[in-house]
């Protein structure tokens, strides 16, 4: 059994109704129209998010990557999420090596990993480096006081503040902006308070 941190999201030991597990379900399936061809679920936990996609895009969906930096969690995901077109394996998305080893894919899920990186520039590079042209990223990261500066998760190097994460997209095409409260994710409106952003955005075809 993985240590349960408070930051990993274990669904078989967590309450349905908790409220960290609903957000996390709540931007696969956020995803899943997003998801075609061969999907890579960068710093994918525990698997289950991954397994989620496979199954609701089962027929859109050709093949799913699942990485981790901790060969902890890709044991777990091996030993208790299995499904015909996923596979899990160790790897760092910031490693040059990496493409080398998993390939190029039509859509990128990244979630909630950014802000556990201390170059979200170099993180980004790395991703648009994975992607095949014409490839979707859809990634998400918590607000909070900006780049370098203390965040209140002692597993986050930092959280962007809204400006930074709206900036970090500019090479990108196609983009659009999401926000999330709770297990609801929809364009921004005036007056609301949203505590995660959430984007979708294009590589440029070929």
């Known amino acids: 059994m993985l240590e349960n941190t408070g930051e990993r999201i274990i669904p078989k030991v967590m309450k349905p109704t908790n409220g960290m597990l609903l957000e996390h379900i ?12 061969r999907v890579l679920d960068i710093a994918c936990g525990t698997g289950y998010g991954s397994i989620m996609v496979a199954k609701t895009r089962k027929i859109e969906v050709s093949e799913l990557v699942g990485v981790d930096i901790s060969v902890d969690t890709i ?39 950014i802000e556990h990186i201390p ?3 170099l993180f980004i590079q790395c991703l648009e480096r994975l992607l095949k042209p014409g490839g979707t990223l859809v990634l998400s990261t918590p607000f909070g006081q900006g780049r370098g500066k203390p965040s209140t998760s002692p597993f986050h190097y930092h959280q962007l503040s809204e400006d930074e ?7 990108f095409y196609e983009v659009q902006y999401y926000f999330q409260r709770g ?4 364009p921004k409106r005036t007056g609301v308070s949203y505590p995660i952003g959430v984007v979708v955005c294009k590589t440029r075809g070929s």
């Open 26 to 37: 709540a931007r696969y399936y956020f995803s899943t129209p997003y998801c075609n061809g």
């Open 75 to 113: 044991e777990y995901a091996k030993k208790n999420y299995f499904h015909p077109k996923v596979s899990f394996q160790q790897g760092n998305a910031l490693d040059v090596a990496l493409k080398e080893e998993i390939g190029t894919f039509d859509t990128i899920l990244s979630f909630e990993t």
């Open 119 to 121: 170059d979200d520039k």
């Open 165 to 171: 994460f709206l900036e970090l997209f500019d090479s």
């Open 183 to 186: 297990v609801t994710i929809e």
